[in-house]
């Protein structure tokens, strides 16, 4: 955790999830109320067919609705690409960007990133900027240089800690079971936490980082009490509501 920061408890369905699947968010929604949401932000993005729908089941409950990904232009000949304005319109509060898997399967760069984080910037809705390194760049000690490389390149100038999440996802550690220790944790999230205060100053100081990666009910508690991760980017967990109300209680222990 990082003092004077707010945790953020965030799941991301990927390409899952159809109209059977709502009573799973409106479970969240009703889990999620409790004294606990006075100190913990949590949010759910699940894909874009159900995002207008999951936030009128969200509207009065404290439960964030978000997408998983934007255009960089406001609207146009795109086809197939939804726009940040989009997501504002049905409500959607966040959007993920950068997610290794859009870098994979969309060969999207940095370039491509910052500019789809400055439209999400622009329509009002807070960025979740991914990143993070691949099994063989962490085998050969470059995972420093490419977060380094990816934070400098994907996040714009401007970036501010109200409307900015970053979240380390090792690309190793998505959809596998593995998940670096503790202690390498902390590294990484300190080398993070360093390079936004060098860039952003005091907004750097208090910008959310999540830690995202095969989190699960019964590593979650570990993960999270780490200095500088400042919550959770789910995947797999978060498809059902008891394991993402698993996680997100584990900071029960963890606030005041
Ligand atoms: P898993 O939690 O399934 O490993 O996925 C992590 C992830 O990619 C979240 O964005």
Same mark, same amino acid.
């Given at each position: 955790m990082t003092p004077d920061v707010r945790p953020l408890v965030a799941g991301n369905w990927k390409m899952n999830g159809t109209r059977q699947s709502l009573g799973e968010i409106k479970a969240m929604a009703e889990g999620i109320d409790g004294p606990l949401a006075e100190h913990v932000d949590a949010l759910i993005c699940p894909p874009a067919t159900l995002l207008y729908v999951a936030t009128a089941l969200c509207t009065d409950s404290q439960l964030m609705v978000g997408a998983q990904d934007c255009h960089? *232009? =406001?609207? $146009?000949?795109?086809?197939g690409d939804i726009s940040a304005e989009m997501i504002a319109d049905c409500f959607g509060t966040h959007v993920i960007l950068g997610h290794s898997e859009r870098r994979t #399967?969309?060969? *999207?760069t940095d370039q491509m990133v910052q500019s789809k984080v400055e439209a999400a910037h622009a329509a009002g809705l807070t960025a979740i900027i991914c990143i993070g390194e691949t099994g063989d760049e962490r085998d050969s000690y470059e995972t420093l240089d490419v977060l380094m490389r990816q934070m400098s390149h994907s996040i714009p100038d401007g970036a501010m800690a109200d409307n900015t999440v970053i979240a380390y996802e090792p690309l190793w550690a998505i959809g596998t079971g593995l998940t670096p220790t503790p202690v390498d944790v902390a590294v990484v999230h300190a080398f993070i936490r360093a390079e936004l205060v060098q860039r952003f100053g005091a907004e750097g100081k208090v910008m959310r980082i999540l830690y995202g990666g095969s989190v699960k009910p019964s590593n979650a508690l570990s993960l999270m009490s780490v #200095?500088? =991760? #400042? $919550?959770a980017l789910i $995947? $797999?967990?978060?498809?059902k509501a008891s394991d993402f109300l698993a996680i997100y209680s584990v900071y029960e222990g963890l606030v005041a």
């Amino acid at each position: 955790m990082t003092p004077d920061v707010r945790p953020l408890v965030a799941g991301n369905w990927k390409m899952n999830g159809t109209r059977q699947s709502l009573g799973e968010i409106k479970a969240m929604a009703e889990g999620i109320d409790g004294p606990l949401a006075e100190h913990v932000d949590a949010l759910i993005c699940p894909p874009a067919t159900l995002l207008y729908v999951a936030t009128a089941l969200c509207t009065d409950s404290q439960l964030m609705v978000g997408a998983q990904d934007c255009h960089h *232009e =406001v609207q $146009g000949a795109h086809t197939g690409d939804i726009s940040a304005e989009m997501i504002a319109d049905c409500f959607g509060t966040h959007v993920i960007l950068g997610h290794s898997e859009r870098r994979t #399967d969309h060969r *999207e760069t940095d370039q491509m990133v910052q500019s789809k984080v400055e439209a999400a910037h622009a329509a009002g809705l807070t960025a979740i900027i991914c990143i993070g390194e691949t099994g063989d760049e962490r085998d050969s000690y470059e995972t420093l240089d490419v977060l380094m490389r990816q934070m400098s390149h994907s996040i714009p100038d401007g970036a501010m800690a109200d409307n900015t999440v970053i979240a380390y996802e090792p690309l190793w550690a998505i959809g596998t079971g593995l998940t670096p220790t503790p202690v390498d944790v902390a590294v990484v999230h300190a080398f993070i936490r360093a390079e936004l205060v060098q860039r952003f100053g005091a907004e750097g100081k208090v910008m959310r980082i999540l830690y995202g990666g095969s989190v699960k009910p019964s590593n979650a508690l570990s993960l999270m009490s780490v #200095d500088n =991760v #400042d $919550g959770a980017l789910i $995947g $797999g967990a978060s498809l059902k509501a008891s394991d993402f109300l698993a996680i997100y209680s584990v900071y029960e222990g963890l606030v005041a």
